[in-house]
């Protein structure tokens, strides 16, 4: 099994930035894609960005240009930068890996505990 841990979620004012973070922890792992998504009260988790172990990134259209994905591989460890936060960025942030582990190299599709963001005056 592979744990995800998210962390850096809080309360900023409109306009503030917040970085999260997220580690993946096991044993005998290898993280293909790690992505960030995030669900706000009432409506679907959505996409917020994706980044393979490569670092080729995919972003939410209306998020391009305030969120920025980067990956530290050889910490299995991936970060959301989220500048001008707006009201509309108040969700649960989850963090999702998918790669395989173990010995005969069993797919996994893993989720973290998420982490609250919300943004407020």
């Known amino acids: 099994q592979v744990q995800l841990v998210e962390s850096g979620g809080g309360l900023v004012q409109p306009g503030g930035s917040l970085r999260l973070s997220c580690a993946a922890s096991?044993?005998?792992?290898?993280?293909?894609?790690m992505g960030w998504y995030r669900q706000a009260p009432g409506k679907q988790r959505e996409l917020v960005a994706s980044?393979?172990?490569?670092?080729?990134?995919n972003y939410s259209d209306s998020l391009k240009g305030r969120f920025t994905i980067s990956r530290d591989n050889a910490k299995d460890t991936v970060y959301l930068q989220m500048n001008a936060l707006k009201p509309d960025d108040t969700a649960a942030y989850y963090c999702?890996?998918?790669?395989?582990?173990?010995?005969?190299?069993?797919?996994?599709?893993?989720w973290g505990q998420g982490t609250q963001v919300t943004v407020s005056s």
């Open positions: 999702n890996a998918k790669g395989t582990s173990g010995l005969f190299r069993i797919p996994f599709d893993s």
């Open positions: 980044i393979t172990r490569g670092g080729m990134t």
């Open positions: 096991g044993s005998r792992f290898s993280i293909n894609d």
